[in-house]
């Protein structure tokens, strides 16, 4: 499944980190209001972890586990 991080609030401002715990892949797209190092796929226990600038997800690492 594709993730969507369009339902956050524009005056907030915090870092998220996210873990995909399943065993399903997560596709996570370099479009819109998320500025990533490219589209990510998210396996089994790898992390997303991002800032959120108030109108934007930019990407700050990753881990592939």
Do not use: C, H
């Amino acid at each position: 499944p594709m993730a969507n991080l369009d339902n956050k609030r524009g005056d907030q401002s915090f870092i998220e980190r996210f873990i995909n715990t399943s065993a399903q892949n997560v596709l996570i797209q370099d479009t819109g209001n998320q500025v990533l190092s490219g589209a990510i796929t998210l396996n089994q226990y790898d992390s997303l972890m991002l800032w959120f600038d108030g109108t934007r997800w930019i990407q700050l690492a990753t881990s592939n586990n």
